[in-house]
């Protein structure tokens, strides 16, 4: 039987990554300098770039109407755990070519989900609920973006799941949305959460809009396993519970996120060290102790 960390190797993902101080010509060409392949411009209502890799893939570089004189975002092709490096390598190139993160660009992560059934959705909704005010201190998610376009999950919608006896696509659709939304448009309102499932009725995808902009690339790269590690636990969970909320506490708060990374997710050991140090850095406390002032 897989491990958690080998199913979380297996899920596609891809992201979105939004940036000023670079124009999307230039973003394209930064692109091309890593993976190859061919440049064109395709315009249209996202003025987009687009870069076709050897391997068929595209990489668009396209207008983002959140950002001041549409600035760039950077849309990756649906990506695997063997091309990290190579999407950390992109946002090293984008750097170099004069990308900026300011606090208006966020990163949006998509996980493939078209293989999840709707209770193993449902178990994600619940996993990220129940710790998400320690995720979004842990990402740093700036407040206004959590007034306005990534706001904190819906209480409601995890009311509903919780009184859903059973989790189909369409209870879970139904607790979503409020009512039954099969169909949702690409800008329904809902969409404008941290944790997004509209798109699991558009693409078949999970999203997690909750992640500032970046220009480094050991950033990205956490945040994105991150989101993974947490689809890998929805996978491989008997059952899960948005009950006894964890509530953000200052004293511990670094010590309860090393817990849930390590023993809830299982990022132990060296390979996830610099996920872990990223994740943690933002934190007050001390990593060892729940008790900072133990630490001291």
Known sequence: MQNTIE????LTFGTELEYTGIARQVAAKAIQSVIGGRVRFTGGAY???EVTAPDGRI??????GS????GCEVVTPILRWEDMETLQEVVRALRKSGAKATSDTSQHIHIGAQSFNPTQIANFAKIFYKQEELILKSLGTWEHRLGHYAKRTDRGFIERL????QITNESLNKAWFGELNMHPTHYESHRYRDLNLNNIWRTGTIEVRA???STHAGEIKANIILCLAIAAKALTAKSTSSKNRREYDTRSAKYDMRVFLVCGLGLNGDE???TRQHLLKRLPGSAAWKNAERAA
Do not use: C, V
Request: zero cysteines; charged letters at 30%.
């Open 47 to 49: 003025d987009a770039w």
């Open 211 to 213: 992640a500032n902009g």
């Open 7 to 10: 199913i979380m190797k297996s």
């Open 272 to 274: 996830f060290k610099n």
């Open 67 to 70: 950002l001041e004189n549409g």
């Open 162 to 165: 919780n009184a859903t006896r």
């Open 59 to 64: 990489w668009k570089a396209i207008r983002d």
